[in-house]
């Protein structure tokens, strides 16, 4: 397998093969237009149909209804950690509820709590962020302005199960690195957003659906950048946007509707390499030790370790000898992690769960 | 001559062929990694190396100190506009000049007022936005926070004259459609800033080079994502950076610093880009008109007409068939605008006057 094919990184990480080769012949020249799409202007009828087509794909894959306005955005999920209270928490929805459930969503509720004056609804530092509350289980303020969440923690490797009925407030989920990789219920959200790059294309764009009535609570006087009024009514086309990133972006769409056959298809694909490399692992206990606990481990990011810095530096190794790369755990955490986003195949899971077994049969 | 290379777009434009080629095969693989550039990690040594080298190369190219921290955000100019004066308009620093010459500079003014009590040191709406003032001769408040200009406006196609010395506040330039084209004497400056694309590298990156001393000024408080001292501190790192637009940007300060020689020879070969392209619209006089006076005219972008909104498209029509592009005028102005950032060749330009000249004689 190429190295391309054989990359585990948390972010940015694979894409698809196809849509890589679709990208390098539109650096060249775009069959539509003839030019490289480095050169086509954000104003172009070209562009115009791409972001259209970006926006009709993701709502046939999430089954999006006209209730919710789609947009992309810049600035990567830090910038929406400050502009969702910014937009949401008003005088009117006062005081938020955040859950801190790691690394990620730690971020997003110290940020919200710069902005304004909020409530943490759980925290999970004291248990080490290893589990996750149950959403409906929160005792949370009815009047609150929202229910703040981040869906999977990309560093600990915690994933929510699905969310299907709409909660008590406004639910606004962070689904960075699981967004694409499972059907979801959206009425059950009023916000939901992910930062590529993940499962969603090049870093510099971020994804927000948004649903329409929660913009209607959106307070005068933000400055027009940070107010996501300004993003929905200029059709993601007020500033420059990041053309090439909402590009690749548009093929994965369509690479996931095409080649994949959808969402319910994707989460099977990413079901069995999921369950390929935590039987792996969990046949090495001993040797290996998991983050999560296993109610919550997620399909899409695995945090694990061989107990020993300098074994985990020698597998490292061995799988950079077969080719695989990114491995290494988050900086904040250590050890190993695997991330299976959508554009890992399931013969790299292989790959990835014989090269562990291997090293744990002779040196772990 | 390929289409790409007669884009005469206001941007995102042309970029230099060289970077386009080498740009292809990173997608398929960087020869430094054997991944492709989309599938590398922010965190990646390789990322490191491109974002510490980009500096290098434009702190190499414009001759800026250690006095200067350089720094690539997200949310071009219109993030910018907001983000200025939330760091730089503060409680002892209050009530920043802005200079409004154009639509962008406008755009610039308008969101400063939403932040923070500012005063419009000029504004030239009455004139048609046709002509700019001596910022040296403005009637500025000496305790004012800062002075805020835009170097060149890309829609009326205005040029300030360079600025030396430093004046009475800290001066602070969007050079968007500039940057790069030109030698400057930097220390004239507080805060430099452009964002891509036009000279710089695809859209989704901005540049900003600031004095150390101004970002003293920076009142506590701010979402961390909108202190610009956070991306200082974090070398652009903080959060996931638009790493294919890094990459891309490294590759144009590369291209200028081999191929063309620096900013010296950028600006000799874009003066002559400019003088054959005047020279031709000023020999039609009579059958073209140009928007900006004289003394202000831009090396950037040529705003321009037949006076006649169906001589304009019959234009158009007739440089499509010779491959050109991006001659639209933009869309507050109409006409005709031709852009002429550093990607464009002086052989590019020499097919343009031809064009609009045997376009004049045949029916204008």
């Not at 093929?251 to 080649?259: A, F, K, P």
Request: negative net charge; proline residues 5%.
């Amino acid at each position: 397998m190429k190295a391309n094919a054989l990359n585990f990184s948390g972010g940015p990480g694979a894409l698809p093969e196809s849509v890589l080769e679709q990208t390098r012949q539109a650096i060249e020249e775009l069959p539509e237009t003839g030019l490289s799409v480095l050169g086509m202007s954000h104003r172009s009828d070209w562009f115009r149909a791409i972001l259209q087509e970006a926006e009709n794909n993701l709502r046939a894959l999430l089954g999006l209804s006209d209730d919710f306005a789609v947009t992309f955005l810049q600035g990567g999920s830090s910038l929406q950690f400050a502009m969702i209270p910014m937009n949401f928490a008003t005088a009117v929805h006062a005081r938020p509820e955040y859950v801190t459930s790691g690394y990620w969503s730690a971020k997003a509720t110290a940020e919200a709590a710069r902005v304004t004056a909020c409530r943490e609804a759980w925290n999970g530092r004291a248990g080490g962020f290893r589990q996750l509350p149950d959403l409906r289980a929160l005792d949370i303020d009815r009047t609150a302005a929202y229910l703040h969440y981040v869906s999977n923690e990309t560093v600990e490797g915690l994933q929510f199960p699905l969310f299907d009925e709409p909660p008590a407030v406004p639910l606004i989920a962070d689904m960075s690195s699981d967004f694409l990789s499972r059907p979801l219920n959206p009425d059950a959200y009023s916000m939901i957003y992910a930062h590529a790059q993940k499962n969603l294309g090049p870093a510099g764009v971020t994804v927000a659906i948004i649903k329409r009535e929660l913009l209607e609570r959106v307070p005068d006087g933000l400055p027009v950048i940070l107010d996501l009024r300004t993003h929905v009514e200029h059709g993601s086309n007020y500033n420059t946007p990041p053309v090439f990133a909402i590009y690749v972006l548009t093929l994965i769409t369509r690479w996931l509707r095409d080649e994949i056959g959808g969402l319910a298809a994707m989460q099977a694909i990413n079901a069995r390499k999921a369950t390929r490399l935590y039987q792996t692992l969990d046949a090495l206990e001993g040797a290996v030790s998991l983050h999560a606990d296993r109610p919550w481990r997620s399909q899409m990011n695995v945090a694990f370790g061989f107990g020993d810095p300098r074994l985990d530096a020698a597998f490292l190794a061995a799988a950079h000898e077969r080719d695989m790369s990114g491995l290494e755990g988050h900086r904040s955490l250590g050890g190993l992690r695997a991330s299976l986003y959508n554009a890992v195949s399931e013969q790299a899971v292989e790959r990835l769960s014989e090269a562990l077994t291997d090293f744990a049969r002779h040196r772990a």
